[in-house]
């Protein structure tokens, strides 16, 4: 299984980006899909999740109204657009497939993506 994440960049404070994520070797439809971030001496944290069918999507309360999750199950893709970015986005980036678990907790992913990195600049 691979999770490839791409889109990541250097962007100034209140710009946007488009993360994607490509997956490869599972049955993407029948995985929820997530993003995670993990900033510079912070633990990685939830960020947003999406189901299986796009239909129900999930977001932190941080990124709420900025950050929208979306997929596309003929491209094995999921998307992260990122909008009015702060300094404090900062982070690397993981794409997550979660295929059984109710919830967002680090025990219910069963494949990590490598991470793309996202820097904001105030």
């Known amino acids: 299984v691979q999770l490839q994440a791409s889109g990541g960049g250097l962007v100034q404070d209140g710009g946007s980006l488009r993360l994607s994520c490509a997956a490869s070797g599972l049955t993407f439809s029948r995985y929820q899909m997530g993003w995670f971030r993990q900033a510079p001496g912070k633990e990685r944290e939830f960020v947003a999740g999406i189901s299986r069918d796009g239909g129900t999507t999930y977001s932190a309360d941080s990124v709420k109204g900025r950050f929208t999750i979306s997929r596309d199950n003929a491209k094995n893709t999921v998307y992260l657009r990122m909008d009015s970015l702060k300094p404090g986005d900062t982070a690397v980036y993981y794409c997550?497939?979660?295929?059984?678990?109710?919830?967002?907790?680090?025990?219910?992913?069963?494949?990590w993506g490598k991470g793309t990195l996202v820097t904001v600049s105030s």
């Open positions: 997550a497939a979660n295929k059984y678990g109710g919830s967002w907790s680090f025990d219910d992913i069963d494949y």
